[in-house]
């Protein structure tokens, strides 16, 4: 199953633009090779919402969420879907985990706004409450 890149490269080099001399162009480069970080970052973000979304959104006819694709994907109940996806996402936070910890070229204060996009999907979506389609929740 393909993940829709909520924060691909696009969004995450907006966020690095006006960040000064530390968003070189090597920066910008590097983002737009996709690295792990940015990918499990997408994850992360893309599976949540999805978790805390797809019911609003089957009842309003939206296009099909990761849930449903998975199920229909893998001939499996709801719950076996949910099961696997927070899996996914389990790993998602390693990615992002490990890549933040491991020395790179990138420096850290723009590894960090990978995280906290990750840490803001949690705080939206934890419980599978979409905080932001629904702040009143």
Request: charged fraction near 25%.
């Amino acid at each position: 199953m393909g993940i829709a890149m909520l924060v691909s490269p696009p969004l995450t080099i907006m966020s690095f633009v006006g960040m000064g001399e530390t968003a070189t162009k090597e920066v910008f480069d590097w983002v737009q090779q996709n690295p792990k970080i940015v990918r499990a970052t997408s994850t992360v973000m893309r599976l949540m919402d999805d978790m805390a979304s797809h019911k609003f959104e089957q009842e309003r006819g939206h296009n099909p969420s990761s849930i449903e694709c998975y199920m229909k994907q893998h001939g499996v109940s709801e719950q076996q879907a949910y099961d696997e996806l927070h899996k996914q996402i389990e790993n998602a936070w390693k990615d992002i985990n490990e890549e933040s910890l491991r020395p790179t070229a990138v420096p850290m204060l723009l590894l960090s706004r990978l995280l906290n996009f990750a840490r803001s999907g949690d705080v939206m979506y934890k419980g599978h409450k979409d905080m932001f389609s629904h702040p009143e929740e």
